[in-house]
Nanobody, 125 residues
Framework: VQLVESGGGLVQAGGSLRLTCVASGFNFEDFAMGWFRQATGKEREAVAAISDVDGSTHYSEAVKGRFTISRNVRKDTIYLQMNDLEPGDTATYYC???????????????????WGRGVQVTVSS
């Protein structure tokens, strides 16, 4: 089981980035997928999730209206389009998978077994 993130980097405030997470080693269609982030000195928090059942999406209040999560079942890949980035978005971003989208929505970090290694996003002011 593997999740590999890419697409991070350094961007100025107001800019955009798109993160990609490629999954392998499990049946992608049977898992909800999500993005989490962890800033230095802070706990890991849920950012966005997408259901495997109906494709519905869920966002934290901090990113709602600026970030968009999507998935491509044919490519076993999810994306996080991040627009209007703010310095407060600076963090390591992690891809996660779970059979239950509710676990990802709740940000139940301790219950999630499948994680990527993370990718750094830095937003300068």
């Amino acid at each position: 089981v593997q999740l590999v993130e890419s697409g991070g980097g350094l961007v100025q405030a107001g800019g955009s980035l798109r993160l990609t997470c490629v999954a392998s080693g499990f049946n992608f269609e049977d898992f909800a997928m999500g993005w989490f982030r962890q800033a230095t000195g802070k706990e890991r928090e849920a950012v966005a999730a997408i259901s495997d059942v109906d494709g519905s999406t869920h966002y934290s209040e901090a990113v709602k209206g600026r970030f968009t999560i999507s998935r491509n079942v044919r490519k076993d890949t999810i994306y996080l389009q991040m627009n209007d980035l703010e310095p407060g978005d600076t963090a390591t971003y992690y891809c996660a998978a779970d059979p239950l989208v509710e676990i990802l929505q709740r940000g139940a970090v301790g219950l999630i077994e499948t994680w990527g290694r993370g990718v750094q996003v830095t937003v300068s002011s």
